[in-house]
């Protein structure tokens, strides 16, 4: 079965710190995305990867960067964390792109910017 | 603007009913159409998902209908059960070849009363 982890599962950050997301899939998947859930707003795309060294943005990447040092993990990097910032972070993988098959999705990862 | 737009945030339907989830769309290039469930505190799984080429699929008792002159897919859940009380996204993607970019809607919560 599909298996991506997310760690922190929970972190509690400060306004202007720097806050690091890590993603790790063993599904030998090319593809790797990051979201953020709002109430309201559904997921939203900030960065995905289709190959290793490589990232894209997504549709909402301001304040946001993401690195892809091999194909089994994906990190999401808040250099400077911001109130609105605070939501729950879905990673997720998949083996082809996203308008081919299913996406995986990991725990999610809440975070918490005072 | 929100390309992927679910106009009804909840939804309450009685046990053995039909529940029908609606989501409407901008993007003329959209060709891959998908319903991805959420259960709180849980990450979304894929449900059931469709291609343009066809304007209906049926998997048990979901059945996702495509509208593409409407710009519109649902999804129906026939003898609605408890236990479908949950958080229901669409999703729809691009074809270009290897798009990676699934756009989700704001979500639908689904409440099945007993």
């Known amino acids: 079965e599909a298996a991506v982890t997310q760690s922190p599962r929970s972190k509690v950050a400060v306004t202007g710190g720097k806050v690091t997301l890590s993603c790790h899939q063993t599904?030998?998947?090319?593809?790797m995305y990051w979201y953020r859930q709002d109430t309201g707003h559904g997921l939203r795309l900030i960065h995905y990867s289709y190959v290793a060294d490589s990232t894209e943005k997504g549709d909402i990447p301001d304040g946001y960067k993401a690195s892809r040092p091999s194909q089994e993990n994906f990190s999401l990097i808040l250099e400077l964390a911001s109130l609105s910032q605070t939501a729950v972070y879905f990673c997720?993988?998949?083996?082809?792109?996203?308008?081919?098959?299913?996406?995986?999705f990991g725990e999610g990862s809440k975070l918490t910017v005072l | 603007g929100q390309q992927v737009k679910q106009s009804s945030p909840s939804l309450t339907v009685q046990e053995g009913g039909i529940s029908i989830l609606n989501c409407d769309y901008e993007?003329?290039?959209?060709?891959?159409f998908a319903w991805y469930k959420k259960y709180p505190d849980n990450s979304p799984t894929l449900l059931i998902s469709?291609?343009?080429?066809?304007d209906k699929r049926e998997d048990g008792r979901l059945t996702v209908f495509l509208n593409k002159s409407g710009k519109h897919f649902s999804l129906h859940i026939t003898a609605s059960q408890p236990e479908d009380t949950a958080v229901y996204l669409c999703?729809?993607?691009?074809?270009?070849?290897?798009?990676?970019?699934?756009?989700f809607g704001e979500g639908t919560k689904l409440t099945v009363s007993s």
């Open positions: 997720a993988s998949s083996d082809a792109g996203a308008n081919t098959g299913q996406l995986y």
């Open positions: 999703a729809a993607a691009e074809n270009q070849g290897g798009s990676a970019k699934l756009i």
């Open positions: 993007n003329d290039m959209f060709d891959y």
């Open positions: 469709v291609r343009s080429n066809v």
């Open positions: 599904n030998n998947h090319d593809y």
